[in-house]
C-alpha cells in the first residue's frame, strides 16, 4: 500500500543497546523528518532530510543518528538508548513544495528499560 | 523564534454542542497555521491549514478554523461535535527556516460526551 509506514511498532530495549527505528514512504517526498512524542511536550523534531544524503539535526537529536541513501528510507538509530529516550516516535514525509503539510506513520512505541 | 500554546489540556463538549479547541501562535513573518488530529494508537492526520486568503478555513471531518490576526489565534471548530471526534488534537506552525518543519503545541485532548 502506498504511504509511510514505520517498523517495529513497539519496541523493547535495554539501556546501553543499540536500537534503529525504520520510516519508509512511497510518496517520493524529498523531506522527512523524525519527531518524539513525550506526554506535555506536544511533538519534538529530532531529525529532519531535505533530500537523500542531507540530514540535519532538531530540537532533541543528542544521542541519536539518522541516515538518508535512499529518497524513500529514513532510519534512526538510538546509539546508546537511554531511559530518557523512551518515547513514541513519528516519522513524517512532505513534499519541497509549498504545502507544508506533513503526512504522518503510525508511529514506534519504544520502551528502554 | 516561532512557537504554538494550547491552553488547555481537556475540553469536554457534549454530542451535537458546538466545541473549540484553542491555539495561539508567535511568528515571525506570515504565519502558515495547521491543525492535526491523532486517534489512540495512530499517527497524526491532517485537518487543515491557514497559509492566506479567508480567515474561515474548512477542512476535513466538519472542521473548521478561524484565523485572528489581530489575537494571535487559530481555534478550532465545529458546529455540532460527535462522540467520534474525540482525539488528540494539536495545533502546529511552520517554522519559517531550514525544511521549513513544523512547531507543535502539546496538544488538547477533546473528549465528546454522549
Known amino acids: 500500500d502506498a504511504g509511510i509506514t514505520q517498523s517495529p511498532r513497539y519496541k523493547i530495549t535495554e539501556t546501553g543497546r543499540q536500537v534503529t527505528l525504520m520510516c519508509h514512504q512511497t510518496?517520493?517526498?524529498?523531506?522527512m523528518f523524525w519527531y518524539r512524542q513525550d506526554l506535555g511536550h506536544g511533538l519534538r523534531l529530532i531529525y529532519y532530510?531535505?533530500?537523500?544524503?542531507?540530514?540535519d539535526k532538531g530540537e532533541v537529536s543528542d544521542g541519536y543518528v539518522v541516515s538518508r541513501s535512499k529518497t524513500e528510507n529514513f532510519p534512526l538509530t538510538l546509539e546508546s538508548a537511554t531511559r530518557s529516550q523512551t518515547s513514541v516516535y513519528f516519522c513524517a514525509s512532505r513534499t519541497s513544495g509549498v504545502n507544508y503539510e506533513q503526512y504522518f506513520g503510525p508511529g514506534t512505541r519504544l520502551t528502554v528499560t | 523564534a516561532q512557537s504554538v500554546a494550547q491552553p488547555e489540556d481537556q475540553v469536554n463538549v457534549a454530542e451535537g454542542n458546538p466545541l473549540t479547541v484553542k491555539c495561539t501562535y508567535s511568528?515571525?513573518?506570515?504565519?502558515?497555521l495547521f491543525w492535526y488530529v491523532q486517534y489512540p494508537n495512530r499517527g497524526l492526520q491532517f485537518l487543515l491549514k491557514?497559509?492566506?486568503?479567508?480567515?474561515l478555513v474548512k477542512g476535513s471531518y466538519g472542521f473548521e478554523a478561524e484565523f485572528n490576526k489581530s489575537q494571535t489565534s487559530f481555534h478550532l471548530k465545529k458546529p455540532s461535535a460527535l462522540v467520534s471526534d474525540s482525539a488528540l488534537y494539536f495545533c502546529a506552525v511552520r517554522d519559517s527556516a531550514g525544511a521549513n518543519n513544523l512547531f507543535f503545541g502539546t496538544g488538547t485532548r477533546l473528549t465528546v460526551i454522549p
Open positions: 511568528v515571525s513573518g506570515n504565519p502558515y
Open positions: 532530510s531535505a533530500a537523500a544524503d542531507i540530514t
Open positions: 491557514y497559509i492566506t486568503g479567508d480567515n
Open positions: 510518496w517520493s517526498h524529498s523531506y
